[in-house]
């Protein structure tokens, strides 16, 4: 859990900006800030809280509050990674890595629609645009 000194708010995980300090190319600096406010005044929160129901813990407990928690945390993360599993192998999503990879390798900037009706009957049948 993270705290944002300047709107008062808590949230899991803190939004990133990239600070390039006018360079063109990496190392780039990433900073965490309120994704609410935008502040860069974010700071860890020390208490924490269940995974599961939100209650808080106590000083012996370290993710959840109770067993039954824990086995409903566990049963909702094996289906969150699941559901992910799902969505990567889906055929879209393989079509808009091809998209990708090619716009990458040739320096275009192809939306899926364009990639589909423009590029790709062409690289099926052995012939490149």
């Not at 993710?63 to 409903?72: A, H, L």
Request: aromatic share 12%; proline share 5%; net charge positive.
């Amino acid at each position: 859990m993270y705290y944002c000194s300047d709107c008062s708010c808590e949230f899991e995980t803190a939004a990133l900006i990239t600070e390039t300090h006018g360079f063109t190319s990496p190392p780039f600096e990433e900073l965490g800030c309120c994704p609410f406010c935008g502040s860069g005044n974010v700071k860890e929160k020390a208490g924490s809280y269940c995974r599961c129901c939100g209650a808080r813990l106590g000083n012996s407990e370290r993710e959840y509050c109770s067993p039954s928690c824990r086995k409903r945390g566990e049963e909702m993360r094996r289906w969150e990674i699941k559901k992910k599993r799902l969505v990567f192998s889906s055929p879209i999503f393989q079509v808009v890595r091809e998209v990708d990879e090619y716009n990458r390798k040739n320096g275009t900037d192809y939306s899926y629609g364009q990639y589909v009706t423009l590029i790709k009957p062409y690289l099926k049948k052995g012939r490149r645009k």
